[in-house]
């Protein structure tokens, strides 16, 4: 059974960093993509960043503030968040999607405030 377990939200200050972790269990991040969505309340679940074998992709509104990476060892994947604004109040869901079967994996997600 895949699972995914997020870490390292909490509350900061506007300007502030945070690294987000995404552990996987129950299959290699490696031959998936990996991906990092948010939502806020009362909003729709959003896509934030990306990575594969192929590189890393980016919403626009994440672009040069956020770096996604990957431990394929650790199989973790991690979401460092610099220059903190509170639009990016959310909760943070990361996802796996097998490449071979298509499917797809959720964590149960974890919280961001950030106060102005």
């Known amino acids: 059974q895949v699972q995914l377990v997020e870490s390292g939200g909490g509350s900061v200050q506007a300007g502030g960093s945070l690294r987000l972790s995404c552990a996987v269990s129950g299959y290699s991040i490696y031959s998936s993509d990996m991906s990092w969505y948010r939502q806020a309340p009362g909003k729709e679940r959003d896509f934030v960043s990306g990575?594969?074998?192929?590189?890393?992709r980016y919403a626009d509104s994440v672009k040069g503030r956020f770096t996604i990476s990957r431990d394929n060892a650790k199989n973790t994947v991690f979401l460092q968040m610099n220059s903190l604004d509170p639009e990016d109040t959310a909760m943070y869901y990361c996802?796996?999607?097998?490449?071979?079967?298509?499917?797809?994996?959720w964590g149960q997600g974890t919280q961001v405030t950030v106060s102005s």
């Open positions: 996802k796996c999607r097998r490449n071979y079967y298509g499917d797809n994996y």
């Open positions: 990575i594969n074998s192929y590189g890393t």
